[in-house]
């Protein structure tokens, strides 16, 4: 197993800008971002800004991916649509 203890910015997709964004609801490193999950994640972004568009491909996809050490796009389709899935059904984790 990797070292949970990376900063944001050492994972795949994450960049200062979404690295900040995770900041401000308590996301600090690889490890809180497990945690939490992806669709967590998302969804306490969008509660901090409810009036801000997050597009999942930035934002959710991102998220998996660097919890799956690959880029946004190699995560698969069937997963993006249980997150999305999750996204519109307001659980806070998608099924894996």
Known sequence: MK?????????????????ARLNEVGIFSEHDLRFHGAVNA????????????????????????ALQDKHWNDIG??????LRNAIESGTKHAPR
């Open 3 to 19: 070292n949970q203890d990376r900063t944001l910015t050492e994972l795949n997709n994450i960049g200062s800008t979404i690295a």
């Open 77 to 82: 389709n069937a997963r993006k649509r249980e």
């Open 42 to 65: 998302h969804r306490l972004i969008a509660e901090k800004h409810p009036n801000m568009r997050l597009p999942v491909c930035y934002y959710l996809y991102s998220f998996e991916g």
